[in-house]
């Protein structure tokens, strides 16, 4: 009979977390605009303000802005009660403490880090992101570490390798801020395979609270939100699909914290952006509306 224990634990947790959900109140989507989406906007020669800049993510109904902190920036933010969300590279725990600590000081709870190279072993980068989240805890912070191209976790067999590694060390599950983009370029993936193969690793995307949602398609990691014209593109209603699952099965999680924070992840430089695609900012503005239908439904989806 010793067999029933793990049957009895799931049970219970699983009646838990129904109980949970219904005591709880409503899940919150603190969506935040990054400051990469106003990069040279509107021209090269004419680039906005940082203060102008804010004005705009703020009027366009954005909750936060997303980008590496400075004072000037978070004075801004709060004068216009814009919340904070950071990130920056990792490659040396000496080089990432005093920064993981200037951001605390100017008021940031969630930082993303983009973890060491693509050709860092994953042993390696596993042992270091033990190290850098159990700073992160000590800190009071809530670093995640993002699945990106050119660094330890840019495909899905290495992240899936660095993870379990994870996992192993500490008993935990890694916390993760999942841009799927680079997943699906990876492998070309195709629209109809997008949900079965980019939400293969549940437990993790439910334990996390960090999403980069960079609309994509096989074979570019940012496609197109509207055709200029104000009519969103198919790649990107295939996209919204893809979404809707996934806010689905994050809220049918134990949804850490209450709240899920995300961007929408769209640029101009170091080649995200074709030249011919239309200005990347009101992109965004457009992509946000999306999203928040998408989250609207994944909450009648999940109950």
Not at 117 to 127: E, I, M, V
Not at 188 to 213: C, G, T, V
Not at 258 to 279: A, H, K, Q, R
């Amino acid at each position: 009979m010793a067999y029933l224990g793990p049957i009895f634990q799931h049970l219970f947790s699983v009646i838990f977390t129904s109980f949970m959900k219904i005591v709880s109140p409503p899940p919150r989507l603190i969506m935040c605009a990054t400051t990469w989406s106003l990069e040279g906007h509107p021209t090269a020669s004419r680039e906005w303000s940082l203060e102008r800049k804010l004005t705009a993510i703020q009027a366009a109904g954005f909750d936060g802005v997303c980008a590496n902190v400075t004072p000037e920036l978070k004075a801004g933010a709060a004068r216009r009660g814009l919340a904070l969300m950071s990130g920056f590279d990792c490659s040396d725990l000496a080089v990432t403490r005093p920064r993981l600590e200037a951001q605390k000081a100017l008021g940031v709870h969630f930082i993303n880090i983009q973890l060491l190279n693509h050709d860092t072993p994953p042993a390696q980068a596993a042992a270091l992101a033990v190290r850098l989240i159990k700073l992160s805890k000590r800190l009071g912070l809530g670093v995640h570490i993002e699945v990106h191209r050119d660094t330890a976790t840019e495909t899905p067999e290495k992240f899936t390798e660095i993870a379990r590694l994870y996992r192993q060390a500490t008993g935990e599950i890694m916390p993760v801020t999942w841009d799927h983009s680079h997943f699906a370029v990876s492998k070309h993936m195709l629209p109809k395979d997008y949900s079965a193969r980019l939400l293969a690793w549940p437990e993790s995307i439910q334990h996390s609270q960090m999403f980069h949602l960079r609309p994509f398609n096989s074979q570019h990691c940012q496609i197109p939100v509207t055709n200029g014209r104000g009519r969103l593109t198919p790649e990107f209603r295939d996209y919204l699909a893809f979404t809707e699952d996934l806010f689905t099965l994050w809220l049918q999680g134990p949804r850490p914290g209450g709240e899920l924070w995300v961007c929408p992840e769209l640029g101009t430089s170091v080649g995200y952006n074709v030249s011919t695609n239309p200005p990347v900012w009101p992109d965004a503005i457009r992509c946000r509306q999306e999203l928040l239908g998408a989250w609207a439904k994944a909450l009648k989806r999940a109950g």
